[in-house]
């Protein structure tokens, strides 16, 4: 058995995963050992700034030294860390990327939007069973990923990806430029959907395929958060929401509640973790705007993403 490590340093959450694989290739199944999540807001303000602000790399190297910890105790034969949008913007990035690299042993990889949305597909689709072509969805804080391929491809069965955009629009971004009333203000949330209608627009100029998939497939906070607010799961269960079919009924229905909730209501949500209470709406509008640019009925959730490609991504072929 072979068992890695992979860290995932976001806008809004540091994430960890560590998995065991059989060591038959990146296609096989992984068996989970730890999974983790911290919001740290890595992107604190750097949409007006550029700059990461001291506080939100202290946040995520105090996660990380936590993260050293757990892989020291689970005995992990190699890590794979990356840092995605928030970092790509900021021009003093290497105050997180030095101190990251020390804590943890290992480099610190820059990813590109393109490579982003690689690793997520490759995370989100291996082992799924459903009509391609597919098209997933990464809604992070800073960036939203769209990606288009195959689930299956080759005699490896390894997911193929035939295209990808990467835009700037995510949960803390959308936030931060345009819903600052508590609850947003109609005005507000209008701007914030058209703003996302506009990249939407830039998709279907740059990654014509993204319309015309027959499956569409969703990661990350934003989404996983929309699902448990629906299904109304007082605890956090990955199995539960891994693969849950939401709908764009129940999409609407969860981003007009939480819309018109002030944030001291809206955190009483059963599903919603109290660190997203400021953003959930940003994301959401995301969300609900993906589904009805592409008029999809549904969208998988997937807890399956970057981080499940980071590890695939050490296995041999």
């Excluded at 989100?124 to 990923?145: K, R």
Aim: aromatic share 4%.
């Amino acid at each position: 058995m072979t068992r890695r490590a992979a860290i995932d340093m976001g806008t809004n959450s540091t994430r960890l995963l560590v998995a065991e694989s059989d060591g038959g290739g990146p296609a096989r199944p992984l068996k989970t050992i730890e999974r983790h999540m911290h919001i740290t807001r890595l992107g604190q303000g750097v949409n007006a700034t550029r700059r990461l602000h001291p506080d939100a790399v202290q946040r995520t190297l105090a996660v990380l030294r936590k993260y050293r910890d757990v892989m020291d105790a689970t005995g992990v034969e190699g890590v794979r860390a990356t840092a995605t949008s928030a970092a790509r913007d900021a021009a003093n990035r290497d105050d997180l990327l030095g101190p990251a690299a020390e804590i943890l042993g290992a480099p610190v990889e820059l990813l590109s939007g393109e490579d982003e949305g690689r690793l997520t597909f490759l995370g989100a689709t291996t082992g799924l069973d459903a009509p391609d072509p597919h098209l997933v969805v990464d809604i992070g804080g800073g960036s939203t990923e769209f990606i288009v391929g195959s689930g299956t491809a080759g005699d490896r069965g390894v997911p193929e990806m035939t295209g990808v955009l990467s835009v700037d629009v995510g949960c803390v971004r959308l936030t931060e430029a345009w819903l600052h009333s508590d609850p947003p203000a109609a005005e507000e949330l209008s701007q914030a959907i058209s703003v996302v209608q506009a990249y939407l627009d830039d998709v279907d100029r740059d990654l014509p395929a993204a319309g015309q998939a027959r499956t569409l497939i969703g990661t990350a906070g934003t989404v996983t958060t929309v699902a448990a607010v629906e299904i109304g799961l007082a605890e956090y269960d990955p199995e539960v929401l891994h693969h849950f079919r939401l709908t764009r009924e129940a999409a609407e229905d969860v981003f007009r509640t939480l819309a018109t909730e002030p944030a001291a209501d809206r955190r009483h949500n059963p599903g919603l973790e109290p660190a997203r209470v400021d953003v959930i709406v940003g994301g959401a509008a995301v969300l609900v705007a993906v589904m009805r640019h592409w008029a999809f009925d549904e969208m998988i959730v997937s807890e399956a993403d970057i981080l499940d490609g980071l590890v695939r991504s050490q296995l041999a072929p």
